[in-house]
């Protein structure tokens, strides 16, 4: 058997009004209740259908739907496409004096420099990176080596659309 209690917090009390303000609960004899009773809720719309797949699953690499690249001493364009995608790749660089390895967005006017392995004296050093990039319209994203002692190599798959619907692997 279910309990019922009145909620006299002005907190939630505000909270509601602000997320349901055709209900009137702040107006003047309206009494805030609730129960402890437990009442599913199910949500049948196509947003929460989801997927059959595990979140990391939907971000798992495959033979078709990934895009591979290899990058040294130049500038490559990996996504033009609007959406989320993850990007994984090895970024070595060696020599001197300075020498860079970077991941950089830009809209053809501003560019970002997103992620970048700074190389400064002699050496050597490899670094793993798998990050997840949100690439909105007239956007792209870019790997670039500004060095010829300097390599990125890896790959990029789409994992969401702009709207956020998750696209599993083929």
Known sequence: MSQQFTIQSEAIRDKLNTLLPSQGLGSIGVELTGSTQIIPIVDLTEIAEGSNLREDLQQALSLASASVFDVTNTTTTIVNTTGYWRVTLVSSCGGSPT???????TDGTTTKQMW???MNGTGNSCLNVDYTFF???GVSLQVKSDSSGCTMAGSVRQIADLSGNLINPI
Do not use: D
């Not at 020498?99 to 967005?105: A, K």
């Open 99 to 105: 020498v860079r390895n970077s991941i950089i967005m």
């Open 116 to 118: 970048e392995h700074l």
């Open 135 to 137: 690439v909105p319209a």
